[in-house]
């Protein structure tokens, strides 16, 4: 066997979605090259003592915004720079932003708008995946085409926001442009028409604080909405993805598609999991800290949550990272004094609390197994948007992204002690047993368990294979095949 390694990651309790089984991990020119015991060192060769600690595959955060253009004066306190460290620094090796289109320019444009936002600045891998807010017949016949051609293969688009929200025409042109073309479609699914309604009634007898937010958007709403993208998909006979579901009445949505044998996948984050409707309620503005869309919901709401990540229903956990200052006129404070409800900047920020936050509630407390969480932060993401197996797996060929493990070790969550550019966590003095000891981005140690070590411009972009799960199932009756129209 060669003994021409670069480093070689000794004692490796590694898991993959599969298996967890004791190795050394022999590393070449960023990738892994082979998994054995007691592999021979060569002359160069550096070594990393795992001692017995589990390595997981590093993260693969395929929903995160990061220095997304914004409304002004509106602007994101995290770029490519510092929430690609923050990424590092929390075990996530790859991200997938989101190049978003703005009305009125064309898809290709933004994505290069993206690339000079985040080429020469990211220390993780990186990919994009579009949002379609204006899908004109020149974006949907020619440059949507062009860009999965050249690996931006998933698209997200929103059925609320007035500046992305798409009708539901709009949907099904886009979905079948998805199918024609082997793309990933991700939908946020609120009702925007709901939300229009009911903001104005709460505003109207002057309910104007931050947790008003998670009253203008209830179940139902989301609800509504997942029912109707999973109806505009079955039509259409295209497999999509719901980003972010947040409670039991989209979950039983999903349910209920799946049930119909419908190719339906869905992702949810951490602010479901940890965070309540009682945290939009914090005195002093202080709930425009966990102002989100989708709302987080209640105690019950998070128990289904849970139970859907540990059966499977869930097949990504993700960040949903979109990172507004608290104490800022540009942030959730918009234009200097609290803002009413509906001119809150909406998101959390969660690059580099996302996985430790899993492996610490999920793993350790004996909820999932570690192969679950490696699928859920990593291996499904890798897969649904066409970059596994080079990312999201402990395999020979793999890229050497990898988190060698502290757990059982207790860990408090410090805003000060994180690396992204945002003046808060929404976890501040939660305790977690685990967070990486060492994150690796092709071979390469760019978080020390101190120290962020990475290079800035060191990450790469990613160009994305057309996703297998993208690809229609064969089916005996689709309502395509019923009224007799081409694949
Ligand atoms: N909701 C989104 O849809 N995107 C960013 C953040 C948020 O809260
Ligand atoms: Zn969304
Ligand atoms: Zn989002």
């Known amino acids: 066997m060669s003994t021409d390694f670069d480093l070689i990651v000794r004692n490796a309790r590694a898991a993959t979605a599969a298996d967890l089984f004791s190795c050394d991990i022999g590393i070449t020119a ?12 060569g002359p160069g060769t550096r070594e990393i003592d795992a001692a017995g600690r589990f390595v997981t595959p590093g993260g693969v955060d395929s929903h995160c915004h990061i220095d997304q253009p914004m409304l002004p004066p509106i602007r994101m306190a995290d770029d490519f720079e510092s929430g690609t460290r923050s990424a590092a620094c929390g075990g996530t090796t790859t991200v997938i932003p989101f190049a978003a289109q703005q009305r009125g320019q064309g898809v290709q444009a933004a994505v290069d708008d993206y690339h000079r936002r985040a080429d020469g600045k990211a220390s993780v891998d990186y990919a994009f995946h579009l949002i379609v807010s204006d899908p004109t017949p020149e974006v949907l016949n020619t440059e949507l085409p062009a860009l999965i051609d ?31 073309h082997g793309a990933m479609v ?12 009911l903001t104005e009634r709460l505003l109207a007898v002057g309910k104007s604080e931050p947790r008003y937010h998670g009253l203008s958007r209830p179940s139902p709403v989301e609800r509504e909405a997942t029912h109707r993208a999973i109806t505009l998909a079955e039509l259409v006979d295209v497999p999509i993805l719901l980003v972010h579901v947040s409670g039991a009445e989209a979950v039983e949505q999903i349910r209920w598609a799946r049930g119909k044998g419908l190719n339906v996948q869905a992702e949810t984050c951490p602010q479901y999991l940890f965070l309540t409707q009682d945290d939009l309620a914090l005195p002093n503005f202080l709930g425009a800290r966990c102002v989100c869309s989708p709302p987080p919901r209640d105690k019950a709401n998070q128990q289904v949550i849970w139970d859907g990540l540990v059966d499977g229903l869930f097949s990504v956990f993700s960040s949903d990272h979109a990172p507004f200052n608290y104490d800022d006129d ?19 920020p969660g690059l580099e609390t996302r996985m430790a936050l899993l492996f610490s509630e999920g793993v350790l407390t004996g909820r999932m197994p570690i192969q679950q969480f490696v699928a859920l932060t990593a291996t499904n993401a890798a897969r649904l948007y066409g970059l596994y197996p080079r990312k999201g797996t402990i395999a020979i060929g793999s890229d050497a992204d990898l988190v060698i493990w502290n757990s059982g070790t207790p860990y408090t ?13 929404p976890y501040e003095g939660r305790e977690l047993q685990a967070w990486p000891a060492m994150t690796l981005l092709r071979g390469e140690v760019v978080w020390d368990g101190e120290r962020f070590l990475g290079r800035v411009g060191g990450g790469e972009f990613l160009r994305c294979e057309r996703p297998e799960a993208a690809r229609p199932r064969p089916r005996e009756q689709s309502w395509r095949r019923w009224m007799e129209l081409e694949d």
């Not at 960023?30 to 060192?41: F, K, M, N, P, S």
């Not at 991700?186 to 309604?197: G, K, L, Q, R, V």
């Not at 969550?413 to 966590?425: C, G, K, Q, S, V």
């Open 186 to 197: 991700m939908i946020h699914a609120e009702n925007t028409d709901a939300i229009t309604y």
């Open 30 to 41: 960023g990738r892994i090259t082979a998994l054995g015991e007691r592999l021979q060192a």
């Open 413 to 425: 969550i410090r805003n000060e002690a994180l690396h992204h550019a945002t003046d808060y966590t």
């Open 330 to 348: 540009s942030g959730k404070r918009l234009g200097g004094r609290p803002p009413a409800f509906p001119y809150i900047p909406n998101g959390v």
């Open 150 to 180: 050249r690996g931006y293969t998933s698209f997200k688009l929103y059925m609320t926001y007035e500046d992305m929200k798409l009708d539901d025409r709009q949907i099904l042109e886009l979905l079948e442009v998805a199918r024609r």
